[in-house]
């Protein structure tokens, strides 16, 4: 009897333990419940993540993409510019030393010029005290040089202004001196009858130098 009756209550404090495991069970089962739901957040988080990384990662490339095309055209660009600007470069360089060259030219031009005219009127002042009609080997001479040296100014683009013989223009003849007309000749209006220095133009028309010259004086009308 008293067996049977420590049988049933140490089957009892055994069951009591096993309830106790079970709730203990029970427990645990119930926060690996919370912690699977918790797992699943952090996975379905972890997830939401990924996908926000990877449509941020494709706007990235994107951007990339667009950032280095933008950067290509603008080096683009530049490069043009660059080019452009040493072509303006060397075109001004070109342009620069194409002036300092027609510098050079006409200084060179002026001097030539200048020696020439010089030339041509020591020339005409030496012929002039050689008489025209003298047979003397040295007047000829000095008026072949003269005549070379009017050619060489020709090839400057300079030019005699043919004056004798015509009427006085002011601007092309200064006059020096008038004189008495000769009865017995014709002459047309303040007629140029002698050149003193000869007078020179451009090809253009500008004058480079007028002629100091002699006219004929014109008689006052009489009322």
Known sequence: MDWKFWFQRKKTAVEEKIEELQMQIAEIDKKNDGVRDCL?????????????????????SKLSRLQYKTTQELQRKLDLLDETVRGMEERQRQQEEALHRQRIWEAQRKNVTDFCI??????????????????????????????????????????????????????????????????????????????????????????????????????????
Not at 45 to 55: H, S, Y
Not at 142 to 171: A, D, Y
Request: net charge negative; proline share 2%; hydrophobic share 40%.
């Open 40 to 60: 699943d957040k952090i996975l379905e988080g972890t997830r939401r993540v990924d996908e926000n990384l990877w449509e941020h990662g494709e706007a990235i």
């Open 118 to 223: 010089r030339w041509v009127d020591d020339m005409d002042a030496l012929c002039a005290k050689i008489s025209e009609n003298s047979q003397d080997s040295w007047y000829q001479l000095l008026r072949n040089w003269q005549e070379q040296l009017l050619l060489c100014l020709e090839t400057m683009g300079i030019k005699e202004i043919p004056v004798l013989g015509t009427s006085f223009h002011p601007h092309l003849c200064e006059a020096l001196d008038r004189v008495a007309a000769d009865g017995d000749k014709a002459y047309v209006p303040y007629e140029v009858v002698d050149v003193i220095r000869r007078g020179f133009v451009f090809y253009d028309g500008t004058i480079l130098r007028k002629a100091q010259v002699i006219t004929i004086k014109e008689e006052e009308k009489e009322e």
